[in-house]
Each structure stands twice: as structure tokens, then as C-alpha cells.
């Protein structure tokens, strides 16, 4: 008598693109809207972006039902943050918040590519970059997700950020301005929808602008 | 682990009052046709209907989660009650926790209702993966019935029309889904409650000319 064999996975990949760009007073954050399993769509019109707290937004990739919980944990703490310390969390502390997260379930991971986005307490641009067990980094720009292979070597190009080696640290954030950032991320999308085939071009996109801040909205191409 | 008496496809849309939703009333053991009167949607509450492929005891389980669910949102006697939205989230949540534990309820769900106008229709698999759509479908719904509603699916069907489309897809199921039955239900809810259709059949033509005489055009041995 053999012995029953697991055949099903806890995990799946739903797919999809993630990519966020910081700038001196701005930050655009952005996610494709496609959700797939396998060769298969599942819906056209799927968000992967959640909205944190006040200045920070936070988009990921990979497996659907992990990253709602991730967003419920992180939208639940950050309640009870609210409660204790009467104010929102900022970016920068979200940012530990998340990675303590993934680490805290490090033996049965949460399947999520993360990349994290807003304004510090400065309201200059922050972006933050994560693996799926809570290694993170601030970085200048960064794309996760089926797509990031393909976006993530344009950016470098595009952007031409300072090698983070450098000694005294140069600052990563991008000198471009919030539109041609913003026409950055379009292209990306369009670039990468190309070749892969879990990444559309359409995106739902927010920027946040130290003055005022876009609420997200589903813009096209 | 792995199933053992399962249902298969359920496809639901959205029209013009709310959604309807369709599933055969199958009950297959493997490969044989175990129990031929399953009825695999069920009305939960005042504003939902569920619909489930997957194993038909995991189904049961969850009827009797959601029973206590609706139980304990009656109790309150409060005038407000648990909508589409609501219980589809429950759903997920308890998929995902099972999931999460290594022993998974083995269901495709399909939530659809209506509360205050406002029309809803999800869908949760096993391993906790839920979204919303205008349309959705479960196991083979989602390889067969799903291009024909991307295609035809629109704002504001009319009911006449909404049945039509989804029987279309039914019977392209039938067609080709080996564990698919020739008797199936129509539910629809809208705001004013849920409806389950008595049993039907699709009628079925056979007789396609190209379906004649299959290996005329590549004689040889397969």
C-alpha cells in the first residue's frame, strides 16, 4: 500500500508586474491588471495595488491569496499603530513593518513580490524593494513580478542611478519630473506586455506629490 | 489527499436585476456518474446564492459554516444583514485558513447576490485565490465557457438573454466536459430574493456533418 501523495500546492503564481519610481517630491507607483493562473486569465481587471496608510502604497505580485492576507495583516496593524501613536505610519516605518512581516512566517513564506512606495517624512520620494521572505533595500526605482526581468534592466538604463557602493551614499532618487516619470512607467508596461505573457500593458497607477496626492485610478495606455 | 464525489463547472454572469447562475447536478465518483440530482447551488442569507464544483462533502461543510454564519447575523436582530460582499469574504478567509493548515476544502465557490442595488459576483478556489468579475466560471467554465462570455457578455442583459448565454455555454460544456451531466439548474437572485430553477436538459444536436465520417480527410490508424 503506498502512501497518499500531496497532489495539490499551496502555492500559485497569479502573476503580473509591479514597478515603483521615486523622485525628489513624488513617487509613482504602478501594477498591470491582468490576473492569470497558469496559461489562464482569470480576470482583465484585478488591482494589485494597496493603499497602506496615508503616504504609503504598497503593489505586489505573485500569489493572490497571499498578498490579500499580507494587505489585511499590515492594514490591521497599522490600525492598532494608529490607535497607540495617533498618527499615520510613515513610509519609512511601514517599510520595517512589512519586512517584519515576511519574515515572521520565513518556514511557509508568503508568496508575494512586494515593492513599497510613498513619501518620508520629508515628503521627498521613497521607494522600497523586497523579496518574498522580508529582504528589502530604499532604493531609487524598482519593479517586481513576472515582468521585472524584462523592466527592471530598462530603468537601470533609463534612470541611470548612482552605484549604491559609492562612498560618501548618493542620493537614488531620479531628477526626472513626476511627468516624465510618469511616461517612463507607461512605456515600461508597454514595453514589457510585449514579451511577457502574465504582464498587460493596461496598469493602475498612483502618484503621491508632497503639495497633494492622486488618489489610484485605472489608467490606460 | 484528493476528492472523491465532485461536481464539476458552475458559470454565473451578471445582468440587467443581478446574477444568474447555472450548474449541473452531477455527482461523479472518479469516472463513474455517482448521484444524478446534486444540487450544487444554494441560497445563503437574504442576498447571496452559492454555487461549488469540487468535492460535494466539502460543499456540505460549508453550508453548514455558513448556516451558523447566518445564524449568528439573525441573533444580532439588528435589520441589517450579511451581504454577497460579505460572505464572499468569510469564504475566502476560511479557504485560505484551511489552505494555510495543509488541509484544504476542495471547492471552486461562486458567490453572486444583490444588496441595495448593488450587484456582486466572486469567486474563491481551494487555495484561497478570490476575485470579482462580471463573469465567472469554475474548473472547465473557465477554459470553455469564459471565452464565449468574454465575447458576448455585456452591460444590462435582459434575463431572457442572460439564460441564453449562459445555456450556450452549458451546452458547450456538455459537449466537451466528460464529467458534465444532461440536467442542470438555473438559479437567479436579484434584489427581490433567489430562484432555482426546477431540473432541465439542454437540447443536443449530434448529427454536424464534419463530425460524420470523422476520418475521411486522414485515413489511417488513428
Given at each position: ?6 497532489n495539490?500546492s ?5 502573476g503580473g508586474?509591479?514597478v ?6 513624488y513617487?509613482?507607483?504602478a501594477?498591470d491588471?491582468r ?10 481587471d ?7 496608510a496615508?503616504?504609503c ?15 489585511k495583516?499590515l ?12 498618527k499615520?505610519?510613515?513610509?519609512p516605518?511601514?517599510a520595517?513593518l ?21 513619501l ?6 521613497c ?13 531609487g526605482y ?12 530598462f530603468l537601470d ?34 514595453s ?7 504582464t498587460?500593458r493596461r ?8 503639495c497633494?496626492w492622486?488618489p ?6 | 489527499m484528493?476528492?472523491?464525489v465532485t ?6 454572469l451578471?445582468y440587467?436585476d443581478?446574477?444568474l ?8 465518483y472518479?469516472?463513474?456518474l455517482?448521484y ?8 445563503i442569507?437574504?442576498?447571496s446564492?452559492l454555487g ?10 460549508i453550508?453548514?459554516?455558513l448556516d451558523e454564519?447566518?445564524?449568528?447575523d ?6 441589517n ?6 460572505v464572499?469574504?468569510y469564504l475566502?478567509r ?24 448593488q450587484k ?28 464565449i462570455?468574454?465575447?458576448?457578455w455585456?452591460?444590462?442583459?435582459s434575463?431572457?438573454?442572460g ?6 455555454c452549458m451546452r ?14 438555473i438559479?437567479?437572485?436579484?434584489e427581490?430574493?433567489?430562484?432555482i ?10 448529427e ?15
Amino acid at each position: 500500500m503506498t502512501k497518499q501523495q500531496a497532489n495539490w500546492s499551496p502555492y500559485d503564481n497569479n502573476g503580473g508586474s509591479c514597478v515603483a519610481i521615486a523622485g525628489a517630491d513624488y513617487c509613482v507607483i504602478a501594477a498591470d491588471t491582468r490576473m492569470s493562473t497558469g496559461y489562464n486569465i482569470l480576470t482583465r481587471d484585478y488591482s494589485k495595488i494597496c493603499k497602506l496608510a496615508d503616504k504609503c502604497v504598497m503593489a505586489s505580485s505573485g500569489f493572490q491569496a497571499d498578498v490579500r492576507a499580507l494587505q489585511k495583516q499590515l492594514a490591521a496593524r497599522h490600525l492598532i499603530y494608529q490607535h497607540q501613536h495617533n498618527k499615520q505610519m510613515s513610509c519609512p516605518a511601514m517599510a520595517q513593518l512589512l519586512s517584519n512581516t515576511l519574515y515572521y512566517k520565513r518556514f511557509f513564506p508568503y508568496y508575494s513580490f512586494n515593492v513599497l512606495g510613498g513619501l518620508d517624512n520629508e515628503g521627498k520620494g521613497c521607494v522600497f524593494t523586497y523579496d518574498a521572505v522580508g529582504s528589502y533595500e530604499k532604493v531609487g526605482y524598482s519593479s517586481q513580478g513576472s515582468g521585472s526581468t524584462l523592466i527592471m534592466p530598462f530603468l537601470d538604463n533609463q534612470l541611470k542611478s548612482p552605484s549604491p557602493l559609492l562612498l560618501p551614499a548618493q542620493d537614488a532618487v531620479t531628477p526626472l519630473v513626476e511627468a516624465e516619470a510618469i511616461d517612463l512607467v507607461k512605456t515600461v508596461f508597454a514595453s514589457a506586455s510585449e514579451r511577457d505573457i502574465y504582464t498587460v500593458r493596461r496598469q493602475t497607477r498612483t502618484c503621491y506629490h508632497k503639495c497633494s496626492w492622486y488618489p489610484p485610478g485605472i489608467h490606460g495606455t | 489527499m484528493y476528492p472523491y464525489v465532485t461536481g464539476t463547472s458552475v458559470v454565473a454572469l451578471k445582468y440587467k436585476d443581478g446574477i444568474l447562475m447555472a450548474a449541473d447536478m452531477g455527482g461523479s465518483y472518479g469516472s463513474t456518474l455517482r448521484y444524478k440530482s446534486v444540487e450544487r447551488m444554494k441560497p445563503i442569507g437574504k442576498h447571496s446564492l452559492l454555487g461549488a464544483s469540487g468535492e460535494i462533502s466539502d460543499f456540505q461543510e460549508i453550508l453548514r459554516y455558513l448556516d451558523e454564519l447566518i445564524l449568528y447575523d439573525n441573533m444580532w436582530d439588528d435589520g441589517n444583514s450579511l451581504g454577497p460582499k460579505e460572505v464572499h469574504n468569510y469564504l475566502t478567509r476560511v479557504m485560505y485558513n484551511r489552505r494555510n493548515k495543509f488541509n484544504p476544502l476542495w471547492n471552486s465557490l461562486v458567490l453572486g447576490g444583490v444588496k441595495n442595488g448593488q450587484k456582486y459576483l466572486g469567486t474563491v478556489s481551494m487555495i484561497g485565490v478570490n476575485f470579482e468579475d462580471n463573469h465567472v466560471a469554475t474548473g472547465f467554465g473557465n477554459h470553455l465557457a469564459r471565452p464565449i462570455l468574454r465575447q458576448e457578455w455585456h452591460e444590462n442583459l435582459s434575463f431572457e438573454n442572460g439564460v441564453r448565454l449562459l445555456e450556450k455555454c452549458m451546452r458547450v460544456l456538455l459537449y466537451r466536459d466528460r464529467s458534465a451531466v444532461n440536467k442542470l439548474q438555473i438559479a437567479k437572485i436579484t434584489e427581490d430574493g433567489v430562484t432555482i430553477s426546477q431540473p432541465y436538459s439542454l437540447k443536443t444536436y449530434w448529427e454536424f456533418s464534419a463530425f460524420e465520417n470523422p476520418a475521411q480527410g486522414a485515413i489511417g490508424s488513428w
